[in-house]
């Protein structure tokens, strides 16, 4: 019998995977990942959701493979790139409509996200009930310059947002929560910041990054730091607040230190020619700067919390152009 606070997992699972271009490598992950989950007793279906890509997979691409736990191979065809984030956003919001009841693996198309790994994710979610069960990067395969870019990157995550990131995208979704994750417009801009930031019940598993199956990374440094910048921009309120309350401890040393050098200056002899009114005036300065930035975070804040946000639940089939099944076996099971 389980115990309070578990439960049993779905039998049949979709494996949302954003693919842009890499559909040899997607095979390739698709053949290893059908014995790992044939070995645990698992049938999923692997929903593509193909991200704009400039070559459109080939129609015998799983012909002929031997499929014992995948019951379908779904592409979902976005109009236009929108990046990995994004695509899983619409991957989310599209299995809430079209597959309820499933629960979702999130997961990379490069293999750098192991099958191996899948059937751990589901059973840390079996063990710990409706929780989000995100992989946490024990060790990852990158170079040395990466994984200093992505250090400094954790650290002003940590400095910016008071959270530290060291989550990726492949993570086990339990359907119960898919509802309430779609609605979250920070979704539309990064998935894990998103779960953390609506506070979503989460469970951390330390599991090693793989080598690639093949192909070469899109991220260049342009999108990292774009993906970086996105992850942080999820709390831009807690950010905006923060920078407000630093303005204001600023004002407040500046006038303290004009009150100070004032007293000094009318109540002692002290003659140093020209330093009261130089530093009065430097003083000055940083108050004022730091009034105005003040005021522009007060503005800032107040005019996003009136901003309409898109929302993917609501949002996501304005971006969906085609849906195919590569692999028509049986058609998808969901979970009562």
Same mark, same amino acid.
Request: with cysteine.
């Given at each position: 019998m389980s115990s309070p606070g578990t439960r049993t997992t779905t039998a049949h699972l979709i494996i949302l995977i954003p693919v842009f271009d890499d559909w040899p490598v997607l095979a390739r992950l698709v053949a290893q990942l059908d014995p790992v989950l044939a070995a645990e007793g698992l049938t999923a279906e692997v929903l593509a959701v193909d991200d704009g890509s400039t070559i459109p997979p080939a129609k015998d691409l799983f012909e002929g493979a031997c499929h014992r736990s995948l019951s379908a191979i779904t592409v979902l065809r976005l109009g236009r790139n929108m990046g990995h984030q994004r695509g899983i956003a619409v991957g989310l919001a599209y299995v809430n409509d079209h597959r309820p009841g499933c629960d979702v693996v999130v997961m990379d198309a490069d293999g750098e996200d192991a099958p191996a790994d899948v059937p751990r994710l589901v059973r840390a979610a079996a063990a710990d009930g409706a929780r989000v069960v995100f992989a946490e990067r024990a060790r990852r395969s990158e170079g040395p310059l990466f994984r200093a870019s992505y250090r400094a990157f954790q650290l002003m995550h940590r400095l910016f947002t008071g959270?530290?990131? @060291? !989550?990726?995208?492949?993570?086990?979704?339990?359907? @119960? !929560?898919?509802?309430?994750?779609?609605?979250?417009?920070? !979704?539309?801009?990064?998935?894990?910041?998103?779960?953390?930031?609506?506070?979503?019940?989460?469970?951390?598993?330390?599991?090693?990054r793989a080598p690639r199956l093949g192909g070469r990374s899109h991220m260049r440094l342009v999108s990292l730091v774009l993906h970086g910048l996105a992850a942080i921009s999820v709390h831009g309120d807690v950010i905006g607040v923060r920078a407000l309350l630093a303005t204001l401890a600023a004002a407040a040393v500046a006038a303290l230190g004009i009150v100070t050098v004032v007293g000094i200056r009318v109540a002692t002899d002290l003659a140093i020619p020209g330093w009261a009114s130089f530093v009065v005036g430097v003083l000055a300065t940083i108050l004022l700067q730091s009034v105005s930035l003040s005021l522009l975070f007060v503005f800032m804040i107040l005019n996003s919390r009136n901003l309409l946000s898109a929302i993917p639940r609501r949002d996501y089939a304005e971006y969906v152009v085609g849906e195919e099944r590569l692999h028509p076996i049986v058609p998808p099971v969901a979970r009562a």
């Amino acid at each position: 019998m389980s115990s309070p606070g578990t439960r049993t997992t779905t039998a049949h699972l979709i494996i949302l995977i954003p693919v842009f271009d890499d559909w040899p490598v997607l095979a390739r992950l698709v053949a290893q990942l059908d014995p790992v989950l044939a070995a645990e007793g698992l049938t999923a279906e692997v929903l593509a959701v193909d991200d704009g890509s400039t070559i459109p997979p080939a129609k015998d691409l799983f012909e002929g493979a031997c499929h014992r736990s995948l019951s379908a191979i779904t592409v979902l065809r976005l109009g236009r790139n929108m990046g990995h984030q994004r695509g899983i956003a619409v991957g989310l919001a599209y299995v809430n409509d079209h597959r309820p009841g499933c629960d979702v693996v999130v997961m990379d198309a490069d293999g750098e996200d192991a099958p191996a790994d899948v059937p751990r994710l589901v059973r840390a979610a079996a063990a710990d009930g409706a929780r989000v069960v995100f992989a946490e990067r024990a060790r990852r395969s990158e170079g040395p310059l990466f994984r200093a870019s992505y250090r400094a990157f954790q650290l002003m995550h940590r400095l910016f947002t008071g959270h530290w990131l @060291a !989550l990726g995208n492949f993570s086990y979704v339990p359907a @119960a !929560l898919i509802p309430r994750l779609v609605m979250l417009s920070e !979704l539309w801009s990064h998935y894990p910041a998103a779960v953390i930031k609506a506070k979503l019940p989460i469970v951390k598993l330390p599991i090693d990054r793989a080598p690639r199956l093949g192909g070469r990374s899109h991220m260049r440094l342009v999108s990292l730091v774009l993906h970086g910048l996105a992850a942080i921009s999820v709390h831009g309120d807690v950010i905006g607040v923060r920078a407000l309350l630093a303005t204001l401890a600023a004002a407040a040393v500046a006038a303290l230190g004009i009150v100070t050098v004032v007293g000094i200056r009318v109540a002692t002899d002290l003659a140093i020619p020209g330093w009261a009114s130089f530093v009065v005036g430097v003083l000055a300065t940083i108050l004022l700067q730091s009034v105005s930035l003040s005021l522009l975070f007060v503005f800032m804040i107040l005019n996003s919390r009136n901003l309409l946000s898109a929302i993917p639940r609501r949002d996501y089939a304005e971006y969906v152009v085609g849906e195919e099944r590569l692999h028509p076996i049986v058609p998808p099971v969901a979970r009562a």
